[in-house]
T-cell receptor, first 113, second 113 residues
Framework: NAGVTQTPKFQVLKTGQSMTLQCAQD?????MYWYRQDPGMGLRLIYY???????DKGEVPNGYNVSRLNKREFSLRLESAAPSQTSVYFC????????????FGEGSWLTVV | AQSVTQPDIHITVSEGASLELRCNYS??????LFWYVQSPGQGLQLLLK??????LVQGIKGFEAEFKRSQSSFNLRKPSVHWSDAAEYFC???????????FGTGTRLTIIP
């Protein structure tokens, strides 16, 4: 029972490089999320997807793009990484309509130098 | 706009002592409220949630929380903490038709022998 799986777990990027964080869930959830976690700031929503083919900006979307490839997968892309994007990124999924909660992946540690 | 305030950044308690972590929220309708726990280097695990009904909610690991609408609070409690409870705790708010969870900045709990 994998739940929410994120890859890679660790990544170091140089400023200006691009990369994609991958996320997949096997719980047949409609909703998927990308959050970032920074010290003293809790978790902040980057992007959200209510269903396949739909995405919506969260609190801190600048510098990121997302793609809801299908119901299972939701990727986060950094087109031109900046040091301010050094953070821990969490993917999550949930099925709100059924009163379900949101389940989180184990996180991806990204450092931009 | 919805928001969550966790006024205590860091709390230290003795093993076996009782615990209360504070959470205040701002939400324009009936809130859905959550407490998550995060161990170092790990993702977030749901402790408990409140959607409706009984305002005293029981969760895993012996935790409970009470929803007080008049005080806009959802404080987390445990009668007797164990060393394994040392972690960071996050309160979050969402609502019906609003799946974008907003998190507080977290409270780090330290347990002393």
């Amino acid at each position: 029972n994998a739940g929410v799986t994120q890859t890679p777990k660790f990544q170091v990027l140089k400023t200006g490089q691009s990369m994609t964080l991958q996320c997949a869930q096997d719980m047949n959830h409609n909703s998927m999320y990308w959050y970032r976690q920074d010290p003293g700031m809790g978790l902040r929503l980057i992007y959200y997807s209510a269903s396949e083919g739909t995405t919506d900006k969260g609190e801190v979307p600048n510098g990121y793009n997302v793609s809801r490839l299908n119901k299972r997968e939701f990727s986060l892309r950094l087109e031109s990484a900046a040091p301010s994007q050094t953070s821990v990124y969490f993917c999550a999924s949930g099925d709100w309509d059924s009163g379900n909660t949101i389940y989180f992946g184990e996180g991806s540690w990204l450092t931009v130098v | 706009a919805q928001s969550v305030t966790q006024p205590d950044i860091h709390i230290t308690v003795s093993e076996g002592a009782s615990l209360e972590l504070r959470c205040n929220y701002s939400y324009g309708a009936t809130p859905y409220l959550f407490w998550y726990v995060q161990s170092p280097g790990q993702g977030l695990q749901l402790l408990l949630k409140y959607f409706s009904g009984d305002t005293l909610v029981q969760g895993i690991k012996g935790f409970e929380a009470e929803f007080k609408r008049s005080q806009s609070s959802f404080n987390l409690r445990k009668p007797s903490v164990h060393w394994s409870d040392a972690a960071e705790y996050f309160c979050a708010v969402g609502g019906f038709g609003n799946e974008k969870l907003t998190f507080g900045t977290g409270t780090r709990l330290t347990i002393i022998p």
